[in-house]
């Protein structure tokens, strides 16, 4: 069999609704892994992206390890590719940048209602948020966008099968949307 193409998907500072909407492609799903193989995804148990073709990225940057993870990603992949509002632009998660980060914060951990034994989460293991929430093209280069929040299945399957078939990816109108 002909080598597969790699496909790496991450989650950042995303709902997990891209990848839903990409599932969405339903048993397209089956002509697909014809012709690839996933690598570090949800989807999978592959704990580090490893040498890619595609990787997938979904949600914008909010702390350190989704900083580290990125990077990682623009590393092990040929073509990089922004999936969704939050990536493109920090999507709904970015509305926290108009509210200074101590005072989300105070809100979450110590004022908010129902909160018990207030405290701010400091263990060394969890990451530390960012200032503001990023999109993920101020940290790494980006190869392609795909709007939407989330972008539709069939968003992902014109997509993936004009790279899969060598032509340069394109959307038609009717598919392009930013909601
Ligand atoms: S773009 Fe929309 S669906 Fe995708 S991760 Fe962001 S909020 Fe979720």
Known sequence: MANKIRVATTSLAGCFGCHMSFLDIDERMLQLAEAVE????????IEHCTNCDIGLIEGGVCNSENVHVLREFRKNCKTLVAVGACAI?????????????????????????????????SDPELPLLLDKVRP??????IDYFLPGCPPSADVFWKFLTDLLEGREPSLPYELVHYD
């Open 136 to 141: 993920i093209h101020e940290i790494v280069k």
């Open 38 to 45: 996933f690598d570090r995804s949800p989807i999978t148990d």
């Open 89 to 121: 632009n920090g999507g709904l998660p970015a509305m926290r940048n108009f509210i200074p980060l101590e005072e989300c914060l105070t809100e979450a951990y110590l004022d908010g209602i129902g909160v018990e034994n207030p405290q701010i989460p």
